[in-house]
């Protein structure tokens, strides 16, 4: 599966932005995707997934209650929508994919840049 993310940019702190993944060569009813973030000198880190069903979420504790994670298939895309935006969101944001039931990420999208400026 190919994963491509897009929608970051520049945002104030308390706004908000919508990340996309838009994914291709194959449905994701076997998948699940997770969106991860790397801040400038810090490693990456895991931010929030979603089953293929949409009927599973999880997210990092310091997202909790701000970000939203859903999945249209019929738009083969996975969106995180992303309130109350504080400047330690900064990061390039990237989506990932794996097979259900397995730990490893094995398709990655290139990273967008997200800035959230005090």
């Known amino acids: 599966v190919q994963l491509q993310a897009s929608g970051g940019g520049l945002a104030q702190a308390g706004g908000s932005l919508r990340l996309s993944c838009t994914y291709s060569g194959r449905t994701l009813s076997t998948y699940g995707v997770g969106w991860f973030r790397r801040a400038p000198g810090k490693e990456r880190e895991f931010v929030a997934g979603?089953?293929?069903?949409?009927?599973?979420?999880n997210y990092a504790d310091s997202v909790k209650g701000r970000f939203t994670v859903s999945i249209d298939n019929a738009k083969n895309t996975v969106y995180l929508q992303m309130n109350n935006l504080k400047p330690e969101d900064t990061a390039v944001y990237y989506c990932?994919?794996?097979?259900?039931?397995?730990?490893?990420?094995?398709?990655w999208g290139q990273g967008t840049l997200v800035t959230v400026s005090s």
């Open positions: 990932a994919a794996r097979r259900t039931g397995t730990l490893a990420w094995t398709s």
């Open positions: 979603v089953a293929s069903s949409g009927s599973s979420t």
